[in-house]
């Protein structure tokens, strides 16, 4: 029967007890944000003036996880965009996030581990070796009512030959698949990682970064709060372990935030609000077949896109 290398089989035990103690966090979304799927899997998605963007969460071992980023540049001007725009917090508490050289760093100190490993299994398959041609015997001789014991030893050449082949064959395969998941490991860090790049208009980039998290606390759901910085814009999302989300903010509360948020951002403020609810009144049939966040979404679009009036900015 083939025997599995200890190096694979340690690898296979401890994807398999990480994997036990998971820590699953979905996507709360907040105003002018809303959850989209992606082949079961939920998305969070969230707009700026310069970006289109969808984050999730994906559970790595009991003390880390992915969070996933795909951006789109829905701006007409390019921005750039790297690990350093994401950041996380639990609980109100930051949180340390793995960027590629500390990623690399981890695949290193495996592929390290994994070099011991061949090296101890190479050792005993060499033992095994050594002993395999030389075979005990061992009897007793009865004569004249006295009994005599014999034992010694054979050496099988033909068998220790045999035994060294196998061993040199198995580390051989072990040297080969070190090799190889050490390969692939930095191959997927490379494909999956949020590497440094310019993005033009039109243009999308993916990838992720890893969070590290604190201890589970017994009875209670944590809150992560993820942060993304694309082009002087911030978003905060939300996930909530287990899906335990917080109620939503009503349509007021979130109708009150996009006031506070376009006053502060707006000089003009004042004298272009009563433009724009002139227009408000235009679209409500329209209106009324758009969720909350449609609707906010649609209101700060409509808001940006209503001009001053000239005469009432110039006696401002």
């Avoid at 930095?186 to 494909?191: G, K, P, T, V």
Wanted: hydrophobic share 40%.
């Amino acid at each position: 029967m083939r025997r599995t290398s200890p190096i694979i089989a340690a690898a296979l035990l401890a994807a398999a007890s990480a994997q036990a103690a998971e820590r699953h966090f979905e996507p709360c979304p907040a105003a002018q944000q809303s959850i989209r799927y992606e082949k079961g899997a939920p998305l969070l998605y969230a707009e700026t003036s310069h970006a289109r963007m969808f984050l999730s969460y994906e559970p790595r071992d009991s003390r880390t996880g992915y969070i996933w980023l795909g951006l789109q540049n829905a701006g007409s001007t390019q921005f750039n965009i790297d690990e350093r725009a994401i950041g996380a917090a639990m609980d109100g508490a930051p949180l340390e996030v793995l960027g590629l050289s500390e990623r690399a760093g981890e695949i290193r100190r495996a592929s390290r581990w994994r070099a011991v490993g061949a090296i101890l299994a190479a050792g005993a398959n060499g033992y095994a070796a050594g002993t395999a041609g030389t075979q005990r015997y061992s009897g007793n001789i009865y004569s004249n009512g006295q009994t005599a014991s014999y034992s010694g030893t054979i050496y099988d050449p033909r068998a220790a030959s045999a035994a060294q082949a196998r061993a040199n064959r198995q580390n051989a395969e072990t040297v080969a698949a070190v090799k190889n998941m050490n390969a692939a490991d930095a191959e997927a860090l490379q494909a999956r990682a949020l590497l440094a790049q310019t993005v033009d208009p039109g243009a999308i980039v993916t990838g992720d970064v890893v969070v590290e998290l604190p201890r589970r606390k017994s009875g209670s759901a944590a809150t992560l709060t993820i942060s993304v910085n694309v082009a002087g814009e911030r978003v905060d999302a939300m996930f909530a372990e287990a899906g335990k989300c917080p109620p939503p903010p009503t349509f007021e509360a979130q109708l009150d935030a996009l006031r506070a948020k376009l006053r502060q951002a707006d000089a003009s403020y004042d004298v272009r609000l009563p433009e724009v609810m002139k227009r408000v009144t235009t679209y409500e049939s329209a209106m009324t077949h758009m969720n909350d966040a449609e609707k906010i979404q649609f209101l700060e679009r409509l808001y940006w896109s209503t001009p001053a009036p000239a005469n009432q900015l110039q006696s401002n």
